[in-house]
T-cell receptor
Framework: QQQVKQSPQSLIVQKGGISIINCAYENTAFDYFPWYQQFPGKGPALLIAIRPDVSEKKEGRFTISFNKSAKQFSLHIMDSQPGDSATYFCAATDSSYKLIFGSGTRLLVRP | KAGVTQTPRYLIKTRGQQVTLSCSPISGHRSVSWYQQTPGQGLQFLFEYFSETQRNKGNFPGRFSGRQFSNSRSEMNVSTLELGDSALYLC?????????????FGNGTRLTVT
């Protein structure tokens, strides 16, 4: 029940395309859902986050869509760029403050 | 503002040895969390410290321990190292308790156990 399931494991997108990464969770106590971006040799960096009281949050080219009833949330990267090539992690937490991470998606954006 | 600093960046140790990793959080951040990252298990929560007290612990054996000092700097110790402890150890700091308060990660310490 503590798991966050992330898919796909890897994703290849052409420059200018839309990258979509999906996550699903079981624990209904989760109330904060961040996405992290990690480049090789670096630690994860917070990209965007959402709480379950909103269904969508947009920051620049990055959008989180949240479906509370389905217990699913997704990251959409519009107009994907080669510089977006990285590993993306979804995560979730509850009042315990422990972040539970998804398994990661390796995104490659081809020029 | 300086980011989260982890030292050393790389470590090579032998089975059975112990190791101490260090983390300096962003100035003003009071919470420090530690995560283990491996290709097989992904990112796993180790523990969280706030105001020098361990507030939360993940599912790791007692060989993994940590502490936080009055200046919020934190150290993590692993005793009796095993081959499976080879991983990237990430420290993250946040203004308030981790999780709901945005976590800022360091670049990690790459530990190799031979």
């Amino acid at each position: 029940q503590q798991q966050v399931k992330q898919s796909p494991q890897s994703l290849i997108v052409q420059k200018g395309g839309i990258s979509i990464i999906n996550c699903a969770y079981e624990n209904t106590a989760f109330d904060y859902f961040p996405w992290y971006q990690q480049f090789p040799g670096k630690g994860p960096a917070l990209l965007i986050a959402i709480r379950p009281d909103v269904s969508e949050k947009k920051e620049g080219r990055f959008t989180i869509s949240f479906n509370k009833s389905a217990k699913q949330f997704s990251l959409h990267i519009m107009d994907s760029q080669p510089g977006d090539s990285a590993t993306y992690f979804c995560a979730a937490t509850d009042s315990s403050y422990k972040l539970i991470f998804g398994s990661g998606t390796r995104l490659l954006v081809r020029p | 503002k300086a980011g989260v600093t982890q030292t050393p960046r790389y470590l090579i140790k032998t089975r059975g040895q112990q190791v101490t990793l260090s983390c300096s959080p962003i100035s003003g951040h009071r919470s420090v969390s530690w995560y283990q990252q491996t290709p097989g298990q992904g990112l796993q929560f180790l523990f969280e410290y706030f105001s020098e007290t361990q507030r939360n612990k993940g599912n790791f054996p007692g060989r993994f321990s940590g502490r936080q000092f009055s200046n919020s700097r934190s150290e993590m110790n692993v005793s009796t190292l095993e081959l499976g402890d080879s991983a990237l150890y990430l420290c993250a700091s946040s203004l308030d308790r981790g999780g709901n308060s945005p976590l800022h990660f360091g670049n990690g310490t790459r530990l190799t156990v031979t």
